[in-house]
């Protein structure tokens, strides 16, 4: 089932992370902000240093901000 799909019936504020189609790197936040306004945000996830199994989560617009956390995103 289609993630807008998904969320057509929810509440302002609920959201869903999923894989993304971008690649295995990635996921995608779809995010029901406003009263019929679904918003999907692109995360790239990458590993902090070689062997850490610490992330960073980075979103990709504009400003190219990272979090330590998806919570910190959300």
Not at 2 to 17: L, R, T, V, Y
Not at 43 to 68: A, F
Request: glycine share 6%; with cysteine.
């Amino acid at each position: 089932m289609p993630a807008i799909e998904m969320m057509k019936d929810s509440q302002i504020g609920d959201f869903i992370i999923r894989p993304s189609s971008q690649g295995p790197e990635y996921l995608t936040v779809t995010w029901n902000f406003f009263k019929g306004v679904i918003v999907h945000i692109k995360v790239r996830c990458e590993q902090k240093g070689m062997n850490s199994i610490n992330m960073t989560y980075r979103i990709e617009d504009k400003d190219n901000r990272s979090y330590n956390s998806l919570e910190e995103i959300i």
